[in-house]
């Protein structure tokens, strides 16, 4: 998968599971029972895995897990640590386009 599949699957995960917690990579990434104890996070909840964006802020790299269900994202912060990231609201078709809709005609 090249970056860009990687960042669109990314980026279509936030938009659909929009409830998200956020966690820093260490320098050395994440060790194999970090790893597993995510794994078998979701497994126990009978979720799919769903990997956000990752992020850089001040010389850190922060990494997102997505979930459908707040009370999910909120267990696994409590977990693993991190924090819960609020995305800004979306705006629709018609507010992005000036009340035209996307596929109307501009009437002169």
Not at 42 to 63: A, N, S
Not at 69 to 82: N, T
């Amino acid at each position: 998968m090249t970056y860009r599949q990687v960042e669109r699957t990314a980026r279509m995960n936030e938009r659909d599971f929009p409830h998200l917690a956020e966690i820093a990579l260490p320098d050395d990434g994440f060790d194999d029972s970090m790893l597993y104890d995510i794994e078998a996070f979701h497994r126990e909840r009978g979720i799919d895995r769903r990997r956000g964006r990752r992020r850089q802020r001040d010389d850190q790299e922060y990494v997102r897990w997505c979930f459908e269900d707040p009370a999910h994202a909120d267990e696994f912060v409590k977990r693993f640590g991190g924090v819960r990231v609020a995305l800004p609201a979306q705006r629709s078709p018609t507010e992005s386009f000036g009340g035209r809709g996307l596929w109307s005609r501009r009437r002169a």
